[in-house]
């Protein structure tokens, strides 16, 4: 039937889905546009007439409630809290409406329409029974109170289990912490023992330099200079200027030298070893050298005049091995 603003009928009209093979709980006719044949409808009523089964029957709707629609779902009356008890205990979100009953059809919470005889529904798969059972507040509320319960308990699990993890996490970072301190003590420890162990080395280095230093500025003079006595008091004076010249500056050893040289140049002028007796002067620097060199000089010509061998006087000198003498002189 099709009403006005007013909600006065103002007329019927009749469709037909024709050559159609729906199945059960199979929807139909979306894509079918109903045309109304006038401008002042503003709402209408649905009532199937007529339904042509498979078999060959035709269902008629002779119920005497002619025009009757299926009411709107209608919401459950209860609490938030006591709603979602509802859902999580028949394990369905959707369901939001009561179980009501039309004709040979149930609707179910979720607002879906099944057959009288069909104890579960078609899409949510919910039973009607337990729909209808546990839709009161007094079947609710006990299962709320456990449901609330079990949350506190796992609640206070899962903080307890926080704070144990906390707590493991502080002890693993004091012992992180601790491990670092250790580590840098360590490390501290190391560089002091190097820097001790540097500086025992720096230390023993320099008291090496300081050992060789005193043997060999003290003790190899002072013995160079002991055993330069020894030999000059016994008369080897070459031995004498040998180690006055080691002995360096040592106790006035360049002054013992020149006295070894003197003495040595003596020994050379008593033997007539003039030139020998001349550079031992000439190494003590003294003025003999000169009166040497000239004995020298007079001997040699004098050989020279004399020696039935030589005819030509300007032959060089034969080069004679000198004794032992110093090889160098002292620094004064």
Known sequence: MLHDVLGQTVGTLEYQYLDLMVAHHQTFGEQSA??????????????????????????????????AVPPSAQPLN?????????????????????????????????GCWNMAQEEQCFLCHCSRTSQEEYAHADKLQPLLNAYQAEQQQRERV?????????????????????????????????????????????????????????????????NQYNYGMQAYNEGRYAEACDAFAAAGDYNGAHSMYRRSATALGDQYMDNMQYRYA???????????????????????????????????KTIDLPRMSMPIRPATRPTT
């Open 34 to 67: 109903i045309v109304l044949d006038r401008a002042d409808v503003r709402s209408f009523n649905v009532m199937v007439s007529h339904v042509a089964l498979a078999d060959g029957s035709i269902w008629s709707n002779g119920n005497g409630d002619k025009g």
């Open 78 to 110: 209860l609490p938030e809290e006591l709603l979602g008890q509802y859902r999580r205990t028949l394990n369905e979100p959707r369901l939001t409406g009561v179980v009501q009953p039309f004709g040979d059809l149930w609707q179910c919470g979720c």
């Open 158 to 222: 899962s903080r307890a289990a926080r704070r144990q993890e906390a707590e493991h996490a502080e002890a693993a970072k004091a012992r992180q912490e601790e491990a670092l301190r250790i580590a840098q003590e360590d490390q501290a420890r190391r560089k002091k023992r190097l820097r001790r162990n540097a500086i025992l080395i720096g230390a023993a280095a320099v008291a090496l330099v300081a050992v060789i230093m005193v043997f060999s500025k003290v003790i190899i003079p002072r």
């Open 278 to 312: 001349a550079q031992a002067y000439a190494d003590a620097d003294s003025s003999s050298a000169e009166i040497a060199k000239g004995f020298h000089q007079a001997s040699t010509a004098n050989w020279l005049d004399n020696s039935p061998y030589i005819d030509d």
